[in-house]
């Protein structure tokens, strides 16, 4: 399997999997995770397993709970998903928290509030 081959699925299973889970999936958690993201998408060799990576901006309760939601549907997603990007045998979707993305806008907004101190202070910041 080339390389070119598994990038243009592992696009095409984030592309489609953004738009079902948006339109699709009627689940209570994952509505109310908040703000979701589909970041990566890994496949195995064999592209018979993607892992698929979600930022999801909120507490991590709520997080943790949209999680399992999207875990629920990932059979429900996994027909339609094969057929949409006609793939003959669509991969096992396996979901995992990304967590870099808040912890990015997290930092950025320490960073933020640092340097509005410093000028508060009169220090210039470095």
């Known amino acids: 399997m080339s390389k070119e081959r598994k990038a243009r699925v592992a696009d095409a299973i984030r592309d489609t999997l953004v ?3 948006a339109r699709e999936v009627k689940d209570p958690r994952v509505a109310a995770a908040g703000v979701l993201s589909i970041t990566n998408v890994e ?15 909120g507490d991590d309760r709520k997080a943790e709970r949209g999680l399992d939601g999207l875990r ?3 059979g ?6 094969g057929r ?6 669509p991969p096992e979707l396996r979901f995992f928290r ?3 993305i808040p912890f990015g806008m997290d930092l950025a907004n320490l960073v933020r509030d640092d340097e509005a101190r410093a000028r508060a202070s009169g220090r210039v910041a470095a």
Do not use: C, Q
């Not at 429900?76 to 998903?81: E, Q, Y």
């Not at 949409?84 to 045998?89: A, Q």
């Open 98 to 100: 990304d967590t870099g």
């Open 84 to 89: 949409k990007i006609r793939l003959g045998r």
């Open 76 to 81: 429900f997603l996994r027909g339609p998903l």
């Open 72 to 74: 629920a549907a990932a």
């Open 43 to 57: 496949l195995n060799a064999d592209l018979s397993v993607a892992n698929i990576w979600v930022s999801i901006y």
């Open 19 to 21: 738009e079902m889970i």
